[in-house]
């Protein structure tokens, strides 16, 4: 699916973030005159894109969980 394609079948997902990356997600946002949940849309597209090249182990480590949040 190319990045501009809708999906045809959406899950819906809450996400906490810390004020300042909300605040810079929605001056992104207007800059783009996009909406904040498109333009999370495509940097998790272009986080998953990257993350789909071949890696070496140490580079596939992740933060710690917290409290049993995924």
């Known amino acids: 699916m190319e990045m501009n394609e809708r ?6 997902l809450t996400v ?3 004020e ?17 949940s498109w ?8 986080f998953i894109e990257s993350s789909s090249e071949p ?3 140490s ?6 969980r917290k409290g049993g949040e995924a």
Not at 24 to 33: E, G, K
Not at 39 to 46: D, E, H, L
Not at 59 to 64: D, N
């Open 55 to 57: 890696r070496g182990p």
């Open 39 to 46: 333009v999370i849309r495509q940097a998790i597209r272009q």
């Open 20 to 36: 300042q990356d909300y605040q810079t997600l929605c001056q992104i946002a207007l800059s783009r005159d996009a909406s904040v």
């Open 7 to 12: 999906p045809r079948k959406a899950t819906r």
């Open 59 to 64: 580079s596939m480590s992740r933060p710690p």
């Open 16 to 18: 906490s973030l810390e």
